[in-house]
């Protein structure tokens, strides 16, 4: 399995932006699919965005337009840039990686890092 940790999140006001980024383990182009998913308090976790393999990229349609995923293979991150946040953009945000050659479903997702939590105030 690959190793995933999360950095990035806090606390921003509402139509603000934070950047999120996900450290892998190993190289992931080619090699995983990659996703954020989300869970805020009281419900349960949910797919936010993914890259596949060969770059295709997915989101929820309640982020399309604000935020944005993309891989850095130099780096081997996965970087969520979420603008115009609202307070419904609450949550801790997972990072995940799957063998898969694109997926959005959790249970095809092998790995996942500790979780960063973001808090936007209204």
């Known amino acids: 399995q690959v190793q995933l940790v999360e950095s990035g999140g806090g606390l921003v006001q509402a139509g603000g932006s934070l950047r999120l980024s996900c450290a892998a383990s190993?190289?992931?182009?080619?090699?995983?699919?990659m996703a954020w998913f989300r869970q805020a308090p009281g419900k349960e976790r949910e797919f936010v965005a993914a890259?596949?393999?060969?770059?295709?990229?997915y989101y929820v349609d309640s982020v399309k337009g604000r935020f944005t995923i993309s891989r850095n293979n130099i780096k081997n991150t996965v970087d969520l840039q979420m603008n115009t946040l609202s307070p419904e953009d609450t949550a801790v945000y997972y990072c995940?990686?799957?063998?898969?050659?694109?997926?959005?479903?959790?249970?095809?997702?092998?790995?996942w890092g500790q979780g960063t939590q973001v808090t936007v105030s209204s």
């Open positions: 190993v190289r992931t182009r080619n090699t995983y699919t």
């Open positions: 890259i596949s393999r060969s770059g295709g990229i």
């Open positions: 995940a990686a799957s063998t898969a050659y694109i997926t959005t479903v959790q249970a095809d997702f092998a790995s």
